[in-house]
């Protein structure tokens, strides 16, 4: 089936993440899976465990609520577009992982070659940026249409629901001063300090 989401939901995700792209249309269909299936961050206390830090996540934090201030959105680099969604009141779990074998539109070479230049950065002629844009609108439009199951395998989730944020002290670091979480601070000769004073006297 294809996105069940409205169309001022997907506005409000484009307006949030400033434009339109494949990523985010990926973040979109992760959204809805999560809404549909795990409820959102405002009504429900959901998790998201996040291992790529792509557009895609920022459809995650538009539409269910989960984002890096409130401390339900984590962020564990993994190179992978995978999300893992948990519910706190009854513990249901998840994790969305693009299938390997998700393909859209790719498969003739020309297909492939726009984007491989447009993304190195390479001098497209006016032609080429028309067509490179419309390729991505298409592509877009196509991850909106497809069913959720050719995009996303649903697995367990890999680890237990991460603990929630412990409130923590403030230490002054020796050197300039300035407040630090008591978890980054780095102890040398007996002082204390913040990460880049501690990297200034560990290169002495
Ligand atoms: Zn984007
Ligand atoms: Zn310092």
Request: with cysteine; net charge neutral; glycine share 6%.
């Amino acid at each position: 089936m294809a996105c069940t989401l409205t169309q001022e939901q997907i506005d409000k995700v484009i307006a949030f993440h400033g434009h339109q792209c494949p990523g985010l249309a990926l973040g979109v269909r992760a959204a809805e899976w999560a809404l549909a299936n795990m409820g959102n961050a405002l009504d429900e206390e959901i998790v998201t465990v996040t291992e790529t830090d792509m557009c895609a996540v920022d459809a995650i934090q538009a539409l269910v609520g989960c984002t890096f201030g409130k401390g339900n959105l984590i962020y564990r680099d993994q190179g992978k577009i995978a999300f893992t969604f948990y519910r706190r009141k009854d513990g249901k779990s998840a994790r969305l992982v693009l299938r390997s074998d998700f393909v859209c539109g790719e498969n003739d070479a020309h297909r492939r070659e726009l984007p491989r230049r447009f993304r190195a950065d390479e001098e497209l002629t006016q032609e080429e940026r028309a067509l490179q844009a419309s390729m991505r609108k298409e592509k877009c439009e196509r991850i909106m249409s497809m069913p959720l199951e050719e995009i996303y395998l649903v697995k367990p989730a890999e680890g237990p629901m991460p603990h929630r944020a412990r409130l923590m002290e403030s230490l002054i670091c020796e050197d300039c001063g300035e407040g630090v979480m008591e978890s980054r601070i780095r102890r040398l000769q007996g002082k204390y300090y913040c990460i880049s004073c501690f990297k200034k006297h560990d290169d002495r």
